[in-house]
């Protein structure tokens, strides 16, 4: 069925350092993976997204990787800032339904 | 920058009782989504529509929940009757058409219901 599993749900890294998310999906024909950033009460943000046909994209600090073969993709945030620390969720466009299926969510916390 | 607005941004409500929320798209963009997310968990789809026609609504629980965009423009999801189980963040989202436009989300509707 439709399914993103994202891992791990909780992370802390220190201020500077590097943040990793993964994410899995089950829909071989999937062909759009955005990631989202979600501050306290408020709605998701798009930070950044991924088509199928391209292996990876970087924006400033952040940057994604796919793996198609594996079903694979990840969020990289490198220099991690205070600003960084929110919920963090990826998702995928199944082909089938046209519908955005979104991964359980990260807590990222960055320590000062 | 253009947002999707919502209201209202909080309801109490008791069980039983009937809700409504509302959602203004992005001017523009035709597709327009409903999501409910429970605290801890990533949103889940209730319904989409494209213009004022639903082209997904398999996960939203008819017996209760119904949605409607009758114009092609904003947007109106109602619960009725309320239950306990339906207290969470009902948030609204719009896209362009077209399968690598991303979705906009407003700040969403907090419901709990009492």
């Known amino acids: 069925g439709e399914n993103v599993e994202q891992h791990p749900s909780t992370l802390s890294v220190q201020e500077g350092d590097s943040a990793v998310i993964k994410c899995t999906y089950s829909d071989s024909a999937s062909n759009y993976f955005p990631w989202y950033k979600q501050e306290l009460g408020k709605g998701p943000q798009l930070i950044i997204d991924i088509r199928s046909n391209v292996g990876e994209k970087k924006d400033q600090r952040i940057a994604v990787t796919l793996n198609k073969t594996a079903k694979h993709f990840s969020l990289h945030i490198t220099e991690t800032q205070p600003e960084d620390s929110a919920v963090y969720f990826c998702a995928a466009r199944y082909s089938s339904a046209s519908k955005i299926i979104f991964g359980s969510g990260t807590r990222l916390s960055i320590r000062p | 920058e253009a947002e999707v607005a919502q209201s209202p941004r909080y309801k109490i409500t008791e069980k039983s009782q009937a809700v409504a929320f509302w959602c203004d798209p992005i001017s523009g963009h035709a597709t327009l989504y409903w999501y409910r997310q429970i605290l801890g968990q990533g949103p889940e789809l209730l319904v989409q529509f494209q213009d004022e026609s639903v082209v997904d609504d398999s996960q939203l629980p008819k017996d209760r929940f119904s949605a409607e965009r009758l114009k092609g423009v904003d947007s109106t999801l109602k619960i009725q009757p309320a239950e306990l189980g339906d207290s969470a963040m009902y948030l609204c989202?719009?896209?362009?058409?077209?399968?690598?436009?991303?979705?906009?989300f407003g700040n969403g509707t907090r419901l709990t219901v009492t």
């Open positions: 989202a719009s896209s362009l058409t077209g399968n690598n436009s991303p979705l906009h």
